[in-house]
């Protein structure tokens, strides 16, 4: 998995980049009508229903832009909202305050969405041994943020990228001449390269899950789009000899019943991909 310095610097990227595009050369709305020395105070105003998501993310967007801004946090990322809520309030520069807000505000709206839409799923798995993980079906660029909302929302995550796990799916296997095949370059890539990558195979059917299992080294093995039955007799097959997924198509009304298979994880593209934001403001006090 990424590493918190990785991670960090991610955050970092997305702040520096994100204050790039919106403010450019200057916030030209504000410094053509308010004084630079002007102070003000604004709060985060909730109007809407859900988990709040964001808030530290906010504190590093404001810190960035000015850190003599302070901040009153009332609200804590993981807590539930409602309308009227105030999540918390900032003081100082208006300038300043003015400049982070879109930044704020577009962030902690979609973040507090995936955070949302994640405790739910984990709600419809309650009493399960099942736990739900994100995908890279992330929105470019700012992926960091959305896994920080997943894992608010109770989730977990799934690999970063591309370089801090194995996944052979469909086409690596095809394009490899096959599972065996594709496992084993898989291993001797790794150690001629001296890298500790955990490797997960997808596998498309019962006999490809047999498959697998006569290869060693294998972490979790991803049952892709199968049915109640087949998941079921993929996780007795599969036994304790690795960890399993379920993917594909898997929504609020199915969760519940691949989970009750025996899988230990439910990945879910949905999470990310498929939210409406939540209605948060940002107003001056």
């Not at 009332?74 to 809520?85: A, F, R, S, T």
């Not at 949905?270 to 934001?277: D, E, F, K, R």
Request: proline letters at 1%; hydrophobic letters at 40%; aromatic letters at 8%.
């Amino acid at each position: 998995m990424i590493t918190k310095e990785l991670f960090d610097n991610e955050i970092e990227l997305i702040i520096a980049n994100a204050i790039r595009e919106d403010v450019g050369d200057g916030d030209h709305s504000s410094l053509a009508c308010i004084p630079t020395n002007a102070k003000g105070k604004a709060k985060l105003l909730v109007k809407d229903e859900g988990f709040l998501a964001g808030v530290e993310f906010a504190k590093q967007v404001f810190a960035y832009v000015d850190p003599s801004l302070e901040i009153e946090v009332l609200i804590n990322d993981g807590e539930p909202v409602k309308y009227g809520d105030i999540a918390f309030y900032v003081t100082g520069s208006s300038l300043s305050i003015l400049k982070a807000e879109r930044l704020v505000l577009n962030a902690m709206q979609r973040m507090s969405a995936i955070a949302t839409k994640t405790r739910m799923f984990v709600g419809l798995l309650e009493g399960t041994n099942t736990k739900i993980l994100d995908t890279r079906k992330t929105t470019p660029g700012i992926r960091a943020i959305e896994k920080w909302a997943v894992k608010i929302g109770g989730g977990e995550n799934h690999r970063f990228a591309l370089y801090d796990m194995i996944m052979l799916k469909d086409n690596h296997i095809d394009f490899a001449g096959g599972i065996t095949k594709a496992i084993k370059k898989t291993k001797d890539y790794l150690t001629s390269n001296k890298k500790d990558l955990k490797i997960i195979v997808e596998a498309r059917d019962l006999e490809e899950i047999k498959e697998i299992l006569k290869s060693e080294g294998v972490y979790r093995i991803l049952i892709d789009n199968f049915n109640y039955e087949d998941t079921r007799t993929a996780v007795q097959l599969i036994g304790n000899k690795c960890l399993t997924e379920s993917s594909g198509g898997i929504n609020e009304s199915t969760i519940r019943k691949y989970a009750e298979c025996g899988v230990n994880y439910i990945s879910s593209g949905a999470l990310t991909h498929s939210v409406y934001n939540l209605d948060l403001s940002l107003k001056a006090v």
